[in-house]
T-cell receptor, first 111, second 113 residues
């Protein structure tokens, strides 16, 4: 079992729709959770992080965390073609500056 | 505030050679982590340095090493290069305290021929 699992996609949504990206993790010691966006040929860009159970909203993005189910998700509202990228889920254990990444979900937003 | 910088951006080496990559973190950040990204393995953690000390290490062979200087700049060295070392090498900068988010530099694309 991989430590962090994501559906590789592609996830295709029309412009203006809500994109829902999901991630599960195996290590119950994971304490912090991150979503990165990576455009082709570029480095990962941090878009959201969450530490506590529940929802965290930032603009069009909402991160959701359920530690009991070991599940974290990212919702992108009003999706734009510029949101087309690979979204990487990453988790970190307490006290360790080591991010464990999933393989990423490719999102395609069509005009 | 300036972001994370990495040099060089591109490198071409041959098998058996060694290479040194450099990373300058965001001002005030004391932690630098290094990652390798390949199409087959994705993003994998190499090691993390904080205040000139290696705090964490991933599952890479001893050919991969690093160091950090007093100004928090970090270098990564790969000796006896193999074809499989071709990858995008990314460094990430953070404050270094638990839960702090990491910010990535643009990466160094290494090609081993």
């Amino acid at each position: 079992q991989k430590e962090v699992e994501q559906n590789s996609g592609p996830l295709s949504v029309p412009e203006g729709a809500i994109a829902s990206l999901n991630c599960t993790y195996s290590d119950r010691g994971s304490q912090s959770f991150f979503w990165y966006r990576q455009y082709s040929g570029k480095s990962p860009e941090l878009i959201m992080f969450i530490y506590s159970n529940g929802d965290k909203e930032d603009g069009r993005f909402t991160a959701q965390l359920n530690k009991a189910s070991q599940y974290v998700s990212l919702l992108i509202r009003d999706s734009q073609p510029s949101d087309s990228a690979t979204y990487l889920c990453a988790v970190m254990n307490t006290g360790f500056q080591k991010l464990v990444f999933g393989t990423g979900t490719r999102l395609l937003v069509s005009p | 505030k300036a972001g994370v910088t990495q040099t060089p951006r591109y490198l071409i080496k041959t098998r058996g050679q060694q290479v040194t990559l450099s990373c300058s973190p965001i001002s005030g950040h004391r932690s630098v982590s290094w990652y390798q990204q390949t199409p087959g393995q994705g993003l994998q953690f190499l090691f993390e340095y904080f205040s000139e000390t290696q705090r964490n290490k991933g599952n890479f062979p001893g050919r991969f090493s690093g160091r950090q200087f007093s100004n928090s700049r970090s270098e990564m060295n790969v000796s006896t290069l193999e074809l499989g070392d071709s990858a995008l090498y990314l460094c990430a900068s953070s404050l270094g305290v638990s839960y702090n988010e990491q910010f990535f530099g643009p990466g160094t694309r290494l090609t081993v021929l």
